[in-house]
């Protein structure tokens, strides 16, 4: 997609009035900072003419996992403070978007608004998601040493998790819904992401432990794993389809509600479907082609335990 964007073609394959405002603007993007969006740093540098919109999202998770690298490195050499490593690692990531939040008088989240500012101070960052990612490994690192372990086992704590599981999320959507005081939006902004985090974590994590009934079954169930499983490349190539049909309309349209329904109906059926075409003849084969090329760790170390035998 980037390479697309890269060349003339984007710019011929799209006709209309306002094509000068999307498709010859995107060209321009990604002849000035293609580099950018292949090194993962497109989203702190040259931001405000990224290519490819939707890169960020690449940049932000790379660098992020080059943190935790780090970071397990750390928990490797020093198993005693691991509890202390990650408790800083968190904190940090809730600290550092508090304290812009408050200096640069931001809001709670990002809203769609025209000020660019907003959405590379607390959005795309890698600082802006630092918190949950922190939060990820911790539940990783709490299934690694409880996975024999039956956390939830009893009446109580079942009925814990099923409060943190949904409870957590709905009420980080309900708390970002509104506008709050310049101390209180910075604070929120620190929390709030962590916080809907955890409650996905702690419902990951009890159904890992075979608790949550029809959310477990629906979570397992075959044809949602599958549609899973294509969901990278339908990020990828989703936002591709809807700058198409916006940068090839030729008259205004009027936005009702009937109108938002049949687009989105629209732009996520065309997504899934040419998200399972790129699962299927690009992400598979490459996933096929790394296992080959790449070597195996787990196999490595069965051979070598197979030898030590």
Request: proline share 3%.
């Amino acid at each position: 997609m980037i390479g697309l964007g890269s060349t003339i073609w984007i710019v011929s394959l799209f006709y209309g009035p306002i094509k000068d405002l999307y498709s010859d603007l995107e060209y321009k993007r990604c002849q000035k900072n293609w580099w950018t969006s292949l090194l993962f740093i497109n989203n702190h540098y040259n931001q405000h003419d990224m290519c490819y919109f939707i890169t960020w999202y690449l940049a932000a998770d790379t660098q992020l996992y080059v943190i935790s690298l780090i970071i397990l490195s750390m928990i490797w050499k020093f198993k005693h403070k691991t509890k202390l490593i990650l408790s800083i690692s968190v904190l940090i990531g809730i600290l550092i978007p508090t304290a812009i939040s408050y200096v640069y008088n931001l809001d709670v989240i990002y809203r769609l608004t025209p000020e660019s500012f907003d959405f590379n101070a607390i959005y795309s960052s890698t600082y802006a998601n630092m918190a949950t990612y922190m939060v990820g490994i911790c539940f990783g690192y709490i299934y690694f040493q409880k996975k024999n372990y039956n956390i939830f086992n009893n009446l109580l704590h079942k009925l814990i998790w099923w409060v943190a599981f949904i409870g957590l999320p709905i009420l980080v959507v309900l708390t970002s819904s509104y506008y709050y005081s310049r101390l209180y939006s910075a604070i929120m902004s620190g929390i709030l992401k962590p916080l809907y985090a955890l409650g996905i974590g702690i419902g990951v994590l009890g159904m890992s432990q075979k608790i949550g009934g029809l959310m477990q079954k629906v979570c397992e169930w075959k044809p949602a794993i599958f549609m899973g499983n294509f969901t990278y490349s339908t990020y990828v190539v989703h936002y591709g389809i809807v700058f198409y049909r916006t940068a090839t309309a030729k008259q205004p349209l009027y936005v009702s509600d009937f109108v938002i329904i049949t687009s989105f109906m629209y732009d996520a059926v065309l997504s899934f479907l040419c998200g399972f075409l790129m699962h299927i003849f690009v992400e598979m084969p490459s996933l096929q082609l790394q296992k080959m090329l790449v070597p195996q760790v787990r196999r490595q170390r069965t051979a070598n335990d197979s030898k030590n035998k």
